[in-house]
C-alpha cells in the first residue's frame, strides 16, 4: 500500500515548481526560504511527527502520520520514513520555493589560525541557527586548558588563544554537550634563529612569525653565562642582537617561553700572506682570509724583533675569501722582515726575503699509501714572488691538492721560505698503476721539476676468523694469507684485497651469516691493476666461490646493502690426487696449508688421506658442504669441529663421503716436506647419514602434515 501512496501523492505535484526529499534530524532545522521546519515525535505514539513550520507571519504545527502532508506558504511537506533509532525524519517537498538549507539547532566549528611551540590560535564560529549561549571548555590530553562563556549568534566567531601540551585539542560546549577534536599537524617555531655570526663580536639575527613576545638571549661558554640581552620583537619583526665577548666556542641560549639553545664554533682566522711588494721606502701587503668569518684585526711589520714600519699597526678588515691590503714605510735597505697579524683570538706572522731567485727541494721524496687512503709529500719553497703548483706523469685516477696553511692553492705568492704539502687521493682500484711497484712523477713549481716516487699497496687487513690461535694476536701484514678464514663485513661492495702470491689451482669461498639471512653476495676476482678476471655465479642463499690459477690477485666482495661473511681462499683439487709440496712458517707464527677437495665425484664413497712428513705436522679435515660446516672450519682453533685430526709424522685418517656431499677441507699445521696421498673405496652411505636421512625425512614428513592442517582448517572455515 505504502509503495502505491508515495508516488500517487508526489504525482499530484507534478505540475509544481520544484520537488526534492530532505533528511532531517531532530537536532536539526530545514530552512526553507524564510520559513523554518522542524519536527518532534509524539512520546504516546512513535508513529505520529509533530511537524512545526514557523513563518514571518506565524507558526502551523501538526501531528501527522506517514504519507500525510502539511501546507503552508505554497509549500507543501509530505512525512516520509522516520528511522527510530537515529530520529531522522525523511520529507518530501514540493510547490513553490527558492532554496532550502539544513542546519543543526546549535552546532559551532573549530579552525586553527596559528600553531607556534608558545601558543595556538582558534577561531570558534557558531554555525548552528540559534545563539551560542554556552561555556567553552577547550582541553588536550584530557587536561583543561582554558574555561570561558561564549554568546555567539549565528555565523558569529570569537579567537581564543590557548597553550597545549600536544597536538589535539578538544572543544566542548558544556550545557549544549557539543564537541569538537582539531588536530595541529605541526607546530612552528614563534622565535627562529636565522643567523648567528661572527666579526670582531658574536651577532645573532632573530625572527618573530607570530604575535609579539619577549626574548631573553643567553651566551654561555663552558656552560656558564657569559653575556645576557633581552628584547622585544613585534610580529613579523626581525632583530639583530651583538653580543660584547669575543668567544669562538660556546652555546646560545633562546628564551621566550621555550628555551632553545644553539651550539656554535667559529674556526679560528686563517690568514694567508698573499703578496708583498717594496718600492724604495714603501711596503705594500696582500693578505687573503682563508677561514670561514670575517677577519677583524691588526698588521704591524718587525725586522729584528724591533717594529720598524710606519705606523705602527694598521687595522683591516677581511671578509672570507677576500684580499686585504696595507701600507708601511719602512727602511730602504729592509731586506728581511716579518710581518705580524693578531685580533682578540688569532696571531701569526710571516718572514718575507725581499731577495730574488727560487730553491725548491721535497723534505720527503717517497710516499706509500693504500688504496682508498691517501698519502703526502713535504715541499719547502725558498724566494720571493708568485709561483705556479702542478704535477705532471700522475695516474689520472689519483687526486692531487696542494695546501698551504691547511687551505688548498693551485698559485701562491712565496716570501722568503714557504713549505706546501703535496696531498694524494688514492682510489679504490688500482687505474694507471700496478700495486706495490714503485712509479715516478714530477711536481712543477714555475718549471722547476721536483721528481718523486709512489707505491701503493692493497687496502686495509681484514679480521681473521676464529677462536683461539696465534694469528689473532696483534697480528697485522701486507698481504691476506691463503688457508685462513676472514671476516669480511660491507655493505654493497667492499674494497679490493690482496692476498700473497701462490702458484697453482685456487679457490675463494664465502659463507657465513649471510647465507641463514638468504642473501647473495659475489666474489670478483681482480689483478693487480684492478681489472676483474672472473666473477662467482652461485644464486641466492647458496655459498659463492671462484676457481682460478692466477698467482698474482685481489678479491672484492658485492652485495645489497650490509652483509657478514667468511672469506677463505685455498688450495683446490678437482680430484684427489697424491701431491708433494712444503710448509713453511707463516709471518703470523705458524706453517699452515690448506686444501679444498672437489667431493662430488666420491659421493656414496671412503676417502681415506694419508700423510707423510720429514717433521711433525698436525692433519685437520672437516666437512666443507653445509654452511655451519663452513663455519666449523678454524685450523688454528683449540676447539677441534672437523671430521678427524692427527698429529706426527705419520697420519691416517678417513671420510665417509655422504650423497649431497660438495666438498672436503683439509689443513696441514706446522712444518716440513709433506706427502699427502688418497685413496677412495666405493661402499654403501653410512649409518651416520643414514641417521642423518630419517630425521630429514621425519622433519619432511612433520612440515607436510602441518601444511595439510592449515588447510584443512581454511577449507572448513
Known sequence: MKKVIIPFILLLFAGNVFALSIDLGMDEVLIVDNSRVSFDVAQNNPNLVLLMVETPNGSVLKGLTFGESLYVNGVNYTVGRLDPQKMILTLHLSGNYSKTEVLKKKDFKVEILEAFDTYVKLRIINTGYYDLNDTLIISSQGLPVEE????????????????????????????????????????????????????????????????????????????????????????????????????????????????????????????????????????????????????????????????????????????????????????????????????????????????????????????????????????????????????????????????????????????????????????????????????????????????????????????????????????????????????????????????EPAKGEKIAIIYGNYIRQGKDLRIHLLDTSGKIIASSTQGKGRSDYVIFNQSKFMLMIEGGGYFNSILLVADYLEVPKNITFEVKRKEFGEGLRTFIINASSLRGKTLEISVSSSRDVEVRAYYFTLNREKEDFDPLSTNFKGAFKGRGEEIQGALEIRSYEDFIAVAIIGEGNVTMKFNVKGGELGVRELSSRVIYLAVLALLALLIGVIWLEKRLG
Open 148 to 499: 570561558r562563556p561564549i554568546f555567539l549568534k549565528r555565523g558569529e566567531s570569537i579567537t581564543l588563544k590557548v597553550k597545549v601540551p600536544s597536538n589535539q585539542i578538544n572543544v566542548t560546549a558544556e550545557e549544549n554537550k557539543i564537541s569538537k577534536t582539531v588536530t595541529i599537524e605541526s607546530f612552528e617555531e614563534l622565535i627562529s634563529l636565522e643567523n648567528l655570526w661572527k666579526d670582531d663580536r658574536i651577532h645573532v639575527k632573530l625572527k618573530n612569525h607570530g604575535d609579539p613576545a619577549n626574548v631573553t638571549l643567553k651566551l654561555l661558554f663552558n656552560g656558564l653565562t657569559v653575556e645576557k640581552k633581552e628584547i622585544t620583537l613585534e610580529r613579523g619583526e626581525e632583530k639583530e642582537v651583538s653580543f660584547e665577548s669575543n668567544i669562538n666556542q660556546g652555546a646560545l641560549v633562546i628564551d621566550y617561553g621555550v628555551i632553545k639553545q644553539e651550539s656554535f664554533y667559529f674556526e679560528t682566522p686563517v690568514i694567508s700572506l698573499v703578496k708583498v711588494e717594496k718600492e724604495k721606502d714603501k711596503l705594500r701587503i696582500w693578505l687573503k682570509n682563508e677561514g670561514k668569518g670575517k677577519f677583524v684585526g691588526k698588521v704591524s711589520v718587525y725586522q729584528n724583533s724591533f717594529i720598524v714600519g710606519e705606523p705602527y699597526y694598521r687595522s683591516i678588515e677581511i671578509d672570507p675569501d677576500k684580499e686585504g691590503l696595507v701600507e708601511f714605510e719602512v727602511p730602504e735597505d729592509a731586506e728581511f722582515l716579518t710581518i705580524a697579524i693578531s685580533s682578540g683570538t688569532y696571531s701569526s706572522t710571516f718572514p718575507v726575503s725581499l731577495k730574488t731567485g727560487w730553491d725548491v727541494k721535497a723534505l720527503n721524496s717517497y710516499a706509500k699509501g693504500i688504496l682508498g687512503g691517501k698519502t703526502s709529500y713535504t715541499l719547502l719553497i725558498n724566494g720571493n714572488g708568485n709561483v705556479k703548483l702542478g704535477v705532471e706523469g700522475l695516474p689520472e685516477s689519483i687526486r692531487a691538492s696542494f695546501y698551504y696553511n691547511e687551505a688548498e692553492v693551485k698559485q701562491l705568492n712565496v716570501v722568503k721560505s714557504t713549505q706546501v704539502v703535496l696531498l694524494l687521493q688514492l682510489p679504490n682500484l688500482p687505474q694507471g698503476f700496478t700495486l706495490n711497484k714503485p712509479f715516478n712523477f714530477n711536481v712543477t713549481i714555475n718549471g722547476i721539476k721536483i721528481p718523486l716516487e709512489l707505491e701503493v699497496s692493497g687496502i686495509g687487513i681484514l679480521p681473521v676468523y676464529g677462536d683461539n690461535w696465534l694469528a689473532k694476536m696483534n697480528y697485522t701484514s701486507e698481504y691476506h694469507h691463503l688457508g685462513l678464514p676472514y671476516k669480511v663485513v660491507g655493505k654493497d661492495i667492499t674494497p679490493p684485497f690482496v692476498f
